[in-house]
């Protein structure tokens, strides 16, 4: 028996920043989470992961992720996208500058 479908945002890198961006309900690319579409049907995702294939020339490495809810916007449930919404670690630039 598979698992039930959990809410979900599609999460890619910027192909010429490397930022983590996240795709919004009108098809464009966002670096804050929180503009992200939730994706609460499997189908419709699978159809936003299809159509990521299409922006080569702007993302890469598109995928699901976990998300829920929250008056922000959505959110992470995972560690590992907590932490890409925070921006690279190695040094304060990016997200980090204003942080």
Same mark, same amino acid.
């Given at each position: 028996m598979?698992?039930?479908?959990t809410p979900k945002v599609l999460t890619a890198n910027d192909l010429i920043e490397g930022d !983590? +961006?996240?795709?919004? !309900?009108d098809e464009t690319w966002s670096r804050d989470m929180a503009d992200a579409e939730l994706l *609460? =049907? *499997?189908a419709v995702a699978q159809e936003r992961l299809i159509f990521s294939l299409t922006q080569s =020339? @702007? +993302? @890469?490495? !598109?995928?699901? +992720?976990d998300a829920e809810a929250s008056p922000a916007g959505p959110v992470p449930v995972h560690f590992r996208e907590t932490f890409r919404t925070r921006g690279p670690s190695n040094y304060a630039h990016g997200k980090q500058v204003g942080a």
């Amino acid at each position: 028996m598979s698992r039930p479908f959990t809410p979900k945002v599609l999460t890619a890198n910027d192909l010429i920043e490397g930022d !983590a +961006v996240w795709l919004t !309900a009108d098809e464009t690319w966002s670096r804050d989470m929180a503009d992200a579409e939730l994706l *609460e =049907d *499997e189908a419709v995702a699978q159809e936003r992961l299809i159509f990521s294939l299409t922006q080569s =020339d @702007v +993302v @890469v490495g !598109a995928y699901l +992720v976990d998300a829920e809810a929250s008056p922000a916007g959505p959110v992470p449930v995972h560690f590992r996208e907590t932490f890409r919404t925070r921006g690279p670690s190695n040094y304060a630039h990016g997200k980090q500058v204003g942080a």
